[in-house]
């Protein structure tokens, strides 16, 4: 990372849903040519030239950092001033390195526009919470995107039992790290590193999980970076208005320290009025589907238009069409595509997905996210199901592509939907692969990936299952908080019946 600070690049991390990692990857190399790309589950490590307004643009991840710190998980020992210490070395560690790192943050934001990209970013938690929820119309939202904002870093970490403090014990821990940290002087006769141009406020954000968070507390942490910091550098602790804001994440797999880029996560899309589908997940579904200049896309259920929007967005040459029964769920698509100037780009039609007013072999891509919330739902009929996907595979064309996501449980009814095709049980998506299996990406393509560093990648089944003249062309597991889901892809061989 340092031989890269020296050539003027940085090295960054960005959070990530679970199971999006692979996909994130393979993003920031195409967008912003990035090397030494790493992955560890809720994370992606890259080094980068990228100037700000393109990192901004990463569309698979949800949060950006500036990396600081990234070593091997802090070794867990039942005496806790051993561990403080060992914490406080991560400061004391290499202070010029520091200081160029910061210097790097500085440049990329200017000195005059930090705090309103970085500084606020957890300023009002509650109030932002409180704004995020009036944006939500319906309950599905509602469950969605709360959720999800809320949990996002949490789930990331994979197996793990995350220890986060509520918004409201997150504020308190920063009252009690203020309070030990107004006078470092008192603990320590250390002269502090003073550089006129790089003194300034600051604040430490702490989450950690695993073993250390049943030895440390998030203030405990807090405390012992935020007064290391200030004998370090005799930077000021200021908890409402810092002029930088540093991130701790303590887990079993590393220890990282990193300096947020934004103030609000990469997943907030400005351009969408009312949320419903986690953006990253339809970004990541939208990848898949092999969307280029001048074809047809076709999501019959559209909803409030998430993917539709993803993927204008990114693929603007396409035309796109959206469909859905619900007259309100066509409004609030109507007013996310009007905020986001795609009037001329997306067209809407009411429309069951069981009898679509389309001809048949008509669409190039077919992309959906098939119910599954509270308010809407498709229900465990596989007959159902069946006749939505015979409807999807009528409106599209041969060698066209079909990208579902689907709860557990329309997961494991596909998969009585294809062995009732197929007659064969030995095609089907094995249990076990399901729960173990990452998420795998392509290339746009549609070739398989190679491996991406550390994350396993490989499909849930190996094996192509047909259905009708639909083939089977990959499983993705993937996190919306606290359910999972599975993105699905089929490649159409051939003529619906023949």
């Given at each position: 990372?340092?031989?890269?600070?020296?050539?003027?690049?940085?090295?960054?991390?960005?959070?990530?849903?679970?199971?999006?990692?692979?996909?994130?990857?393979?993003?920031?190399?195409?967008?912003?040519g990035a090397t030494e790309v790493d992955?560890?589950?809720?994370?992606?490590?890259?080094?980068?030239?990228?100037?700000?307004?393109?990192?901004?643009?990463?569309?698979?991840?949800?949060?950006?950092?500036?990396?600081?710190?990234?070593?091997?998980?802090?070794?867990?020992?039942?005496?806790?001033?051993?561990?403080?210490?060992?914490?406080?070395?991560?400061?004391?560690?290499?202070?010029?390195?520091?200081?160029?790192?910061?210097?790097?943050?500085?440049?990329?934001?200017?000195?005059?526009?930090?705090?309103?990209?970085?500084?606020?970013?957890?300023?009002?938690?509650?109030?932002?919470?409180?704004?995020?929820?009036?944006?939500?119309?319906?309950?599905?939202?509602?469950?969605?995107?709360?959720?999800?904002?809320a949990s996002e870093e949490c789930q990331?970490?994979?197996?793990?039992?995350?220890?986060?403090?509520?918004?409201?014990?997150?504020?308190?821990?920063?009252?009690?790290?203020?309070?030990?940290?107004?006078?470092?002087?008192?603990?320590?006769?250390?002269?502090?590193?003073?550089?006129?141009?790089?003194?300034?406020?600051?604040?430490?954000?702490?989450?950690?999980?695993?073993?250390?968070?049943?030895?440390?507390?998030?203030?405990?942490?807090?405390?012992?970076?935020?007064?290391?910091?200030?004998?370090?550098?005799?930077?000021?602790?200021?908890?409402?208005?810092?002029?930088?804001?540093?991130?701790?994440?303590?887990?079993?797999?590393?220890s990282v320290v990193g300096i947020p880029?934004?103030?609000?996560?990469?997943?907030?899309?400005?351009?969408?009025?009312?949320?419903?589908?986690?953006?990253?997940?339809?970004?990541?579904?939208?990848?898949?589907?092999?969307?280029?200049?001048?074809?047809?896309?076709?999501?019959?259920?559209?909803?409030?238009?998430?993917?539709?929007?993803?993927?204008?967005?990114?693929?603007?040459?396409?035309?796109?069409?959206?469909?859905?029964?619900?007259?309100?769920?066509?409004?609030?698509?109507?007013?996310?595509?009007?905020?986001?100037?795609?009037?001329?780009?997306?067209?809407?039609?009411?429309?069951?997905?069981?009898?679509?007013?389309?001809?048949?072999?008509?669409?190039?891509?077919?992309?959906?996210?098939?119910?599954?919330?509270?308010?809407?739902?498709?229900?465990?009929?596989?007959?159902?199901?069946?006749?939505?996907?015979?409807?999807?595979?009528?409106?599209?064309?041969?060698?066209?592509?079909?990208?579902?996501?689907?709860?557990?449980?329309?997961?494991?009814?596909?998969?009585?939907?294809?062995?009732?095709?197929?007659?064969?049980?030995?095609?089907?998506?094995?249990?076990?692969?399901?729960?173990?299996?990452?998420?795998?990406?392509?290339?746009?393509?549609?070739?398989?990936?190679?491996?991406?560093?550390?994350?396993?990648?490989?499909?849930?089944?190996?094996?192509?299952?047909?259905?009708?003249?639909?083939?089977?062309?990959?499983?993705?597991?993937?996190?919306?908080?606290?359910?999972?889901?599975?993105?699905?892809?089929?490649?159409?061989?051939?003529?619906?019946?023949?």
């Amino acid at each position: 990372g340092q031989a890269k600070m020296a050539a003027g690049g940085g090295r960054y991390f960005c959070t990530a849903g679970r199971g999006l990692e692979p996909f994130l990857a393979r993003e920031v190399r195409a967008r912003l040519g990035a090397t030494e790309v790493d992955c560890v589950s809720g994370k992606v490590f890259f080094s980068t030239e990228a100037e700000l307004g393109d990192l901004r643009r990463l569309r698979a991840g949800e949060r950006l950092f500036l990396l600081l710190k990234k070593h091997p998980p802090l070794a867990v020992s039942r005496n806790k001033g051993k561990m403080l210490h060992e914490l406080k070395s991560l400061v004391a560690e290499e202070p010029k390195y520091w200081l160029d790192v910061i210097s790097i943050w500085r440049k990329l934001h200017g000195c005059e526009g930090k705090k309103d990209d970085v500084s606020q970013e957890n300023q009002l938690p509650l109030k932002r919470k409180s704004e995020e929820e009036t944006t939500i119309a319906t309950k599905r939202q509602e469950t969605e995107q709360v959720r999800e904002t809320a949990s996002e870093e949490c789930q990331a970490e994979a197996g793990e039992r995350c220890v986060v403090p509520e918004r409201k014990s997150d504020q308190d821990c920063r009252t009690e790290s203020k309070t030990s940290l107004e006078d470092p002087s008192t603990s320590s006769g250390q002269k502090p590193i003073v550089n006129e141009q790089l003194s300034f406020s600051f604040r430490v954000s702490c989450r950690c999980s695993g073993a250390i968070a049943k030895i440390l507390t998030s203030q405990e942490i807090g405390r012992a970076v935020g007064i290391a910091l200030m004998k370090q550098f005799g930077w000021r602790a200021d908890l409402r208005d810092p002029d930088l804001e540093l991130f701790v994440h303590l887990n079993d797999i590393h220890s990282v320290v990193g300096i947020p880029l934004f103030r609000l996560p990469l997943a907030n899309r400005e351009y969408i009025k009312t949320a419903g589908l986690r953006s990253t997940v339809a970004w990541a579904m939208a990848s898949l589907a092999e969307i280029s200049a001048g074809v047809f896309v076709l999501d019959p259920m559209c909803g409030l238009g998430t993917i539709l929007l993803e993927a204008a967005k990114e693929w603007p040459e396409a035309c796109y069409w959206g469909a859905d029964i619900s007259d309100s769920q066509l409004e609030g698509a109507d007013v996310n595509i009007r905020t986001a100037g795609l009037m001329d780009k997306i067209e809407l039609l009411k429309a069951s997905v069981k009898a679509l007013p389309l001809p048949s072999e008509s669409f190039d891509t077919v992309i959906s996210d098939i119910p599954f919330g509270k308010k809407f739902k498709i229900t465990k009929d596989i007959q159902l199901l069946s006749d939505i996907l015979q409807e999807m595979e009528r409106v599209l064309r041969v060698g066209g592509t079909i990208v579902l996501l689907l709860s557990r449980d329309l997961h494991k009814c596909m998969d009585g939907i294809t062995q009732c095709a197929e007659n064969d049980s030995s095609n089907a998506i094995s249990d076990g692969a399901t729960e173990t299996a990452a998420a795998k990406a392509l290339n746009v393509d549609g070739n398989s990936s190679s491996l991406v560093n550390g994350v396993k990648e490989s499909f849930l089944s190996s094996r192509q299952t047909h259905f009708g003249s639909l083939v089977l062309d990959g499983v993705y597991g993937v996190s919306l908080g606290k359910t999972d889901a599975f993105i699905h892809k089929y490649r159409k061989i051939s003529s619906a019946g023949n």
